[in-house]
């Protein structure tokens, strides 16, 4: 079954840094997605993206965010200067053309210290 | 008011037994409803999902909606120890945009004890 992956599946870094985490989505899919967890909250959305542009972003998804799409099978978030508060689980999405079933990847632990 | 509420439990059952989960929302524009299950650690997985209101099944699930009370459910028969995990529910109005922002709840942890 086609799955969406996710690297690394654990990063820490100290705040101030940057980050990149990367997301190889479903092949044929063409809606991707970045959410994010912190430990015992609810699943937030942060960005949708499609046709190399940004569709919808969250209050979130502020100016240290990015989202890039750099080839054909590769969708990275950029985080610029980490904060504690960027502590949490990240998770990529993929969906098909009017399917509101995401299918998610296994998300990236982020730890900043 | 929070748009979407959902009990975070933890629930415990017995093997074999019937479960009841459970939604709110406030969002009039909500049309499509999810239910998705999250293993410790691991990315939110789809069970189910509907448009409005109604019922769907799928083997020993079933998804309730009801617009009117703004309330969805799922029930599981005949539950199992591999059921074991945190249900999310999950939302989404038609956003027009041809991407669609989900809503989640903040899940119910669910243990099946055999």
């Known amino acids: 079954e086609p799955e969406v992956t996710q690297t690394p599946s654990h990063q820490v870094t100290q705040m101030g840094q940057e980050v990149i985490l990367r997301c190889v989505p479903i092949?044929?899919?063409?809606?991707f997605y970045w959410y994010r967890q912190i430990l015992g909250q609810k699943v937030e959305f942060l960005v949708s993206?499609?046709?190399?542009?940004?569709?919808?972003k969250s209050e979130i998804f502020d100016d240290q965010f990015s989202v890039e799409r750099p080839d054909g099978s590769n969708f990275t978030l950029k985080i610029r200067s980490t904060k504690l508060e960027d502590s949490a689980m990240y998770f990529c999405a993929s969906s098909d053309p009017g399917d509101y079933g995401y299918t998610f990847g296994s998300g990236t632990r982020l730890t900043v210290v | 008011q929070k748009e979407v509420e959902q009990d975070p439990g933890p629930l415990s059952v017995p093997e074999g037994a019937i479960v009841s989960l459970n939604c709110t929302y406030s969002n009039s524009a909500f049309q499509y409803f999810m239910w998705y299950r999250q293993y410790s650690r691991k990315g939110p997985e789809l069970l189910m999902y509907?448009?409005?209101?109604g019922n769907k099944e799928d083997g020993r699930f079933t998804a309730q909606v009801d617009k009117s009370s703004k309330y969805i459910s799922l029930f599981i028969r005949d539950s199992q120890p591999s059921d074991s995990a945190t249900y999310l529910c999950?939302?989404?109005?038609?956003?027009?945009?041809?991407?669609?922002?989900?809503?989640f709840g903040k899940g119910t942890k669910l243990s099946v004890i055999p």
């Open positions: 999950a939302m989404s109005a038609n956003s027009g945009a041809g991407s669609y922002q989900l809503t």
């Open positions: 993206f499609y046709n190399n542009e940004i569709s919808e």
């Open positions: 509907t448009y409005s209101s």
């Open positions: 092949s044929n899919h063409l809606y």
